[in-house]
């Protein structure tokens, strides 16, 4: 299982009323150190618990509009490491309030 489905499961063990430290045993049973931390399956527990339905976690896809600290409140992470995912990790940057790469292939220049 790869750690895009980790929230499906997560999901699906929280909806049928399974403990936080159950679905994260057999998370370790079945991926072993690959498995996600405990502080990861909490949140993801404590989301869906609160009613969250959506097993995405990419903020800027949903919302290309947010701003750094729209995008703090929602995923739990510090500033400085937000910042870094979005310049680093993903290549982006903010251009009239929307995230866009770095650098734009020729069909993104068009539009």
Same mark, same amino acid.
């Given at each position: 299982?790869?750690? +895009?489905?980790?929230?499906?499961? &997560?999901? &699906?063990? /929280?909806? !049928?009323?399974?403990?936080?430290?159950?679905?994260?045993?057999? !998370? $370790?049973?079945?991926?072993? #150190?690959?498995? #996600?931390?405990? @502080?990861?399956?909490?949140? =993801?527990?404590? @989301?869906?618990?609160?009613?969250?339905?959506?097993?995405? *976690? *990419?903020?800027?896809?949903?919302? #290309?509009?947010? /701003?750094? *600290?729209? &995008?703090?409140? +929602? /995923?739990?992470?510090?500033?400085?490491? $937000? +910042? %870094?995912?979005?310049? *680093?990790? !993903?290549? !982006? @940057?903010? $251009? /009239?309030? %929307? =995230? $866009? #790469?770095?650098?734009?292939?020729?069909?993104?220049?068009? +539009?």
């Amino acid at each position: 299982m790869g750690n +895009e489905y980790n929230p499906y499961y &997560i999901r &699906i063990r /929280t909806t !049928l009323g399974i403990a936080l430290q159950a679905i994260r045993e057999e !998370l $370790v049973a079945a991926l072993g #150190p690959g498995a #996600p931390a405990y @502080r990861t399956v909490a949140k =993801w527990v404590e @989301r869906f618990r609160e009613g969250r339905k959506d097993v995405n *976690d *990419d903020v800027i896809s949903n919302n #290309p509009h947010s /701003t750094y *600290d729209n &995008i703090v409140a +929602e /995923t739990f992470l510090c500033h400085c490491i $937000v +910042e %870094r995912i979005i310049r *680093d990790h !993903l290549k !982006l @940057r903010k $251009v /009239t309030s %929307r =995230w $866009v #790469p770095h650098q734009l292939t020729a069909e993104q220049k068009e +539009e």
